[in-house]
T-cell receptor, first 114, second 113 residues
């Protein structure tokens, strides 16, 4: 298995534009997590899915952020409109059975909003 | 609210030294604790996972211990190598239905050749 795959690896966009980050979890994993990493706040969980259903989105900063998981092999995190303070590295992770067996992370998407 | 702290924030050691990284958490009701490694510009790689019922886990030169009652975990790296240079993060999964991982602040390790 190629692991968790995220795209794009880098994204630079202008303030106000829509940004869509993509994630392909490890095949067979039933949990998918979106994290954001910044120097100030470290790694924060934004939202996680179980069997494609959003379970906890309490970490989503505001309504500009939305996440979907249309099927077991694909998820998106969308920011609309984007703002400079959204600049961060966004990680997707997947696991089998919640965190009981550990989480596997993607390489991340470095987002810069100018 | 669970808070996870790692000390020190940064550490520089000469090659060959044994070293210990510390992780502390405020709520002892955890399900498991995981240590990750993060290289610059890269994602996180899981190193060791300790279930709440376990005291330690070992993988090669790495040994992680867990003392749930005192809210502490340590990651011991034996005979450090320059390739060990990275940021090390610990994360705890709370008990109950939540599947959230709460991450520590990280320790930036530099092993000097």
């Amino acid at each position: 298995d190629a692991g968790v795959i995220q795209s794009p690896r880098h994204e630079v966009t202008e303030m106000g534009q829509e940004v869509t980050l993509r994630c392909k979890p490890i095949s067979g994993h039933d949990y998918l997590f979106w994290y954001r990493q910044t120097m100030m706040r470290g790694l924060e969980l934004l939202i996680y899915f179980n069997n494609n259903v959003p379970i906890d989105d309490s970490g989503m900063p505001e309504d500009r952020f939305s996440a979907k998981m249309p099927n077991a092999s694909f998820s998106t995190l969308k920011i609309q409109p984007s703002e400079p303070r959204d600049s961060a590295v966004y990680f997707c992770a997947s696991s089998l059975g919640g965190q009981a067996l550990g989480a596997f992370f993607g390489q991340g998407t470095r987002l810069t909003v100018v | 609210k669970q808070e996870v702290t790692q000390i020190p924030a940064a550490l520089s050691v000469p090659e060959g030294e044994n070293l210990v990284l510390n992780c502390s958490f405020t709520d002892s009701a955890i399900y498991n604790l995981q240590w990750f490694r993060q290289d610059p510009g890269k994602g996180l790689t899981s190193l060791l996972l300790i279930q709440s019922s376990q005291r330690e886990q070992t993988s090669g030169r790495l040994n992680a211990s867990l003392d749930k009652s005192s809210g502490r975990s340590t990651l011991y790296i034996a005979a450090s190598q320059p390739g060990d240079s990275a940021t090390y993060l610990c994360a705890v999964k709370g008990g109950g239905a939540t599947n959230k991982l709460i991450f520590g602040t990280g320790t930036l390790l530099a092993v000097q050749p």
